[in-house]
């Protein structure tokens, strides 16, 4: 039997042909690796108006708002008003049932008349007793003088013991007669002041069924239009322990107010004078304007926030705004037109340097001074050098997005709206024409939330500023990058020159 040549072996092909598929898919996959960049976003600096504004909700009112109601109950009988009616002062709205109050006056009347009656019969009581002690006075004289005269007699011996007894008994009886009459005047006077009294109060019921009576006659205190009704003809309305409404008045609708709700970090920025802006759902596109009339020192508390009121004047000449509709305000607090802007997040961008790399990117912009005060103010806020995931913009790169908060969760340097405080110097980072990032110091103004005025700075329209990074993947033959000189690596990953 003849040996078997090794290239005729079938399954020694077979290993060879895995071994080499294997070893070709390695290589592709070296080759084709997958490469991460850095890819710098950056923005623009330009001119225009920077402002700071207070943003709030409010509700459009009248200026005077009067709830009419009614002070008695009754049945609605006639209705004269109906919603948006023009009323004037004075004009009858409503009537209610008056036939229950016009009892009420007939009986006060007819009591009235009753105890005036009474009265007049008190007072011919008093002008009787006041007779009567006339003639018991005449009396009480008379058998006086005859008990003296009948004494003197006796004294002489004419008149007898029993003359001069019957004398003294005579005056005694008239002196007690003119004592009763006394009492009798007493009583009748006692009697003429209750029944006065009681005349008084009769008196006084008439008026309040007078008043009463006059009441289910409803009348407009102002002149304005009818906002809104709150009861129908036949409906009855109870007046015993609130007065209910039954139209609402505003005065002039051609004057309106908005009654907003200002946060209370925000009031102390808002004073009278001050120009508003507003839009309402019912005219979408339109702003409308006012001034600051007040700003009321009444706090009100809902689930911990507390608000202000601050009341906006508005004109409404065509009448357009209506009562009860939601406003958008808006207040400039401060403005600067034509100013040089830059974004917010080019202030937040710090790249991921190392100090040395930092310090170098400061010398060669001419900064070294500065970086020693920038590197003192930004302790705790080292760059951070771990990748971030693909596709994040900015993420781990903003240094006043790290370092410790103040008590108003603010951290140093930042103003109220989240910018950077005003009148600070603060670095902004440029790429340059050898493709080397570097900082440009500026001087902050006022910002907006947004963009921030540029005081001084070399920075002018135009110019390109970075705003964030992002890290990309990508598939080349060759995984090589060229390195940006100067510039320090991530996560020991080269930084790229894809710049967009």
């Known amino acids: 039997m ?6 005729r072996n079938k399954y020694l092909w077979l290993v060879l042909i895995l071994v080499a598929g294997s070893g070709g898919f390695g290589t592709w996959e070296f080759l084709t690796a997958k490469t991460e960049k850095i890819i710098y976003i950056f923005g623009s600096v330009d001119r225009g108006s920077v402002i700071t504004q207070v943003e709030m909700t409010g509700t459009l009112a009248t200026v005077t708002t009067v709830v009419v109601g009614t002070q008695v109950s009754g049945m609605v009988a006639e ?5 948006n009616s023009e009323v004037k002062k004075g004009q009858v709205l409503a009537r209610l049932d008056p036939a229950l109050f016009q009892t009420q006056l007939d009986q006060a009347e007819a009591s009235v008349k009753t105890d005036e009656a009474i009265l007049s019969n008190d007072m011919a009581g008093i002008a009787t007793a006041n007779a009567n002690i006339e003639k018991a006075k005449v009396d009480f004289l008379n058998t006086t003088r005859k008990d003296k005269m009948t004494k003197e007699l006796f004294d002489e011996g004419v008149e007898t013991r029993d003359d001069l007894d019957s004398a003294q008994a005579s005056m005694e009886a008239s002196n007690a007669a003119l004592a009763a009459t006394q009492a009798q005047l007493e009583a009748s006077q006692a009697v003429y002041k209750a029944d006065q009294a009681r005349l008084d109060q009769a008196r006084a019921n008439l008026k309040n069924a007078q008043v009463n009576l006059e009441h289910t006659v409803i009348t407009s205190p102002i002149s304005g ?3 809104s009704r709150n009861v129908d003809r036949g409906q009855t309305v109870a007046a015993s322990f609130s007065t209910p409404t039954m139209f609402t008045i505003g005065e002039d609708l051609a004057k309106m107010q908005v009654i907003t709700n200002t946060d209370e970090a925000d009031v102390g920025k808002l004073k009278p004078g001050m120009e508003a802006s507003f839009a309402v759902d019912a005219y979408p596109g339109e702003i409308f304007r006012g001034t600051i009339r007040q700003v009321r020192l009444a706090a009100t508390t809902v689930q911990n926030v507390v608000t202000y009121n601050a009341v ?10 209506k009562p009860g509709m939601t406003a958008t305000v808006k207040i400039v607090i401060e403005k600067v037109d034509n100013a040089l802007r830059i974004p917010n997040a080019s202030i937040r961008f710090k790249p991921a340097l190392s100090e040395t790399e930092m310090a170098d990117a400061f010398k060669r912009a001419g900064e070294e001074k500065f970086y020693g005060f920038y590197r003192n103010r930004t302790q705790g806020s080292t760059p951070n050098i771990e990748r971030p995931p693909a596709g994040s913009m900015g993420q781990g790169f903003s240094s006043t997005d790290r370092g410790p908060r103040g008590s108003n969760g603010k951290r140093a340097g930042q ?12 670095p902004v980072w440029v790429v340059g024409p050898d493709n080397v990032i570097r900082p440009v110091v500026v001087t902050t103004g006022l910002t907006d939330g947004v ?33 940006m000189p100067g510039l320090g690596g991530v996560g ?7 710049l967009r």
């Open 415 to 426: 103003s109220a709206n989240g910018g950077p405080a005003r009148g600070r110097r603060t």
């Open 492 to 498: 020991g990953m080269p930084m790229g020159r894809a």
């Open 2 to 7: 003849s040996t078997r040549r090794w290239y």
């Open 312 to 321: 906006i004047d508005v004109p409404n000449p065509e009448l357009r705004l």
């Open 225 to 227: 239009t009818v906002i």
């Open 79 to 83: 209705l004269y008003a109906d919603f």
């Open 451 to 483: 963009q921030t005025e540029v005081v001084e700075g070399k920075l002018n329209a135009g110019d390109k500023i970075i705003l964030s990074t992002e890290l990309t993947g990508t598939r080349a033959n060759n995984p090589t990058t060229t390195r």
